[in-house]
């Protein structure tokens, strides 16, 4: 049974930091592209930062030199590291891999005030 379990979320003041962490497990961590979207009250969900197989990462523009994505599969585990809050930062976050379908964790709520 797939399972990707969110921690790391809270509220933090703009330009603080949160480091977010994902543990997948029922699948083969390690092979798998492993990413974080985020979405906003009334927005679609968003992709903010993707991590292939061999550690080469991929982010949105709006969070590009200021979230940074990584993985450790000895752990089975993604992180998202967020500096610079900002409160348009403000979302669930939510881990996610694709394998024919995508999967999903439960989410993480992250909320920067100003």
């Known amino acids: 049974q797939v399972q990707l379990v969110e921690s790391g979320g809270g509220l933090v003041q703009a330009g603080g930091s949160l480091r977010l962490s994902c543990a997948g497990s029922?699948?083969?961590?390690?092979?798998?592209?492993m990413a974080w979207y985020r979405q906003a009250p009334g927005n679609q969900r968003e992709l903010i930062a993707r991590?292939?197989?061999?550690?080469?990462?991929y982010y949105a523009d709006n969070v590009k030199g200021r979230f940074t994505i990584s993985r450790d599969n000895a752990k089975n585990t993604v992180y998202l590291q967020m500096n610079s809050l900002k409160p348009e930062d403000t979302a669930v976050y939510y881990c996610?891999?694709?394998?024919?379908?995508?999967?999903w964790g439960q989410g993480t709520q992250v909320t920067v005030s100003s």
């Open positions: 996610n891999f694709v394998d024919i379908i995508h999967y």
């Open positions: 029922g699948f083969r961590f390690g092979r798998n592209a």
């Open positions: 991590i292939f197989s061999d550690g080469t990462p």
